[in-house]
């Protein structure tokens, strides 16, 4: 599974057809911060982005995937 396969991604995007993942890829890298919360197993997420809708599927989706791949473990 990977971040960019998430439908809120995709539905957010304004040209999906011309976006290359890796382009995506880089995009989310450069607005996602992610910062352990001390004494816990817990992480938080951050995103900063000017569209709010955008910034909250990212997070969400970062974290369904973080959550997926570590199932599979």
Same mark, same amino acid.
């Not at 890298?29 to 992610?34: D, K």
């Given at each position: 599974m990977r971040v960019t396969d998430e439908e809120g991604l995709r539905d957010l995007d304004p040209e999906p057809k011309s976006a290359k993942e890796a382009d995506v890829e880089r995009i989310i +890298?450069?607005?996602? +911060?992610?910062t352990p919360v001390l004494n816990t197993n817990l992480l938080n997420l951050t995103v900063e982005d000017s569209d709010p809708r955008r910034a909250a599927a990212i997070v969400n989706a970062v974290a369904k995937t973080y959550?997926?791949?570590n199932?599979?473990?």
């Open positions: +890298r450069g607005q996602l +911060r992610v959550v997926a791949v199932m599979e473990r």
